[in-house]
């Protein structure tokens, strides 16, 4: 294949990840406009919107994605659903979905665990392992860490931990949109600010070749749009 041919395929292959990242982002967009459709007055709105404009999500479909979830604009009828599972070495796997389609995505979510060495399991079958919190990322080239926890602490702000590149704050689910507002009122810009599963109950893969499957599988459910968020209880080792 000549040079011309490379390049295409190359952004052929780029133009279809970035389609597929939109679809995520217009996703979470119409959920979180169903809330009310003004970012000013609902943070999880705008932590979708600022998410999508971080990707390059054209403005015209951020705007569409909205009308959609406010209902001025017709569009699919998505389910919101949540997978419970385990991966390789027993690794404890939450997927959380939002489909049009959800005997597809059902399928789908089950190949990748039999695929990849885990198993599908019941609701609730792993769910005990995690904690609900709210958190909030913000830049730590953008942020001292004791600014941050004044700026949230009457807010409802719990603890700041250092997430690598970011400063994590959590709160209790019921406090994530009033810290996220004094955050951004005290002019931090947050990475990503949601209702998360945090694991109460570590593990790791035992060997080499557990660790490859569940970076496949994790892989798998990254790329699928119907994906939004998966959550595990691998240690601070990671992959």
Known sequence: MGRHGTIAGRKA?????????????????????????????????KTAIDKAKSGGMPKDKIEQ?????????????????????YGPSGIAIIVDILTDNM??????V????DKYGGNLGAPGSVSYMFDRKGVVLIEKSAAD?????????????????DAGDYWEVRTLPEDLHAVADALRGAGYEL????????????????????????????DAFE?????????????????
């Open 110 to 113: 089950k190949h990748n665990f």
């Open 223 to 239: 790329d699928d749009d119907d994906v939004q968020k998966v959550y595990t209880n691998l240690g601070a080792e990671g992959l």
């Open 145 to 161: 860490e004791d600014a941050i926890m004044e700026a949230g602490l009457d807010a409802g702000l719990e603890d700041v931990l």
């Open 103 to 108: 005997n597809r995505t059902t399928a789908a």
């Open 65 to 85: 994605a909205i009308k959609k979830g406010t209902g001025e604009l017709a569009g699919d009828v998505l389910t919101e659903g949540r997978f419970e599972g």
């Open 191 to 218: 990475e990503e600010a949601d209702v998360d599963f945090i694991p109460s109950m570590e593990a790791e893969p035992k060997d080499d070749e557990a660790r490859k499957l569940l970076t496949k599988m994790l």
């Open 13 to 45: 292959a780029q133009d279809s990840k970035r389609a597929a990242f939109f679809t995520k982002y217009a996703r979470a967009i119409i959920v979180a406009a169903k809330g009310g459709g003004d970012p000013a007055y609902n943070a999880s709105l």
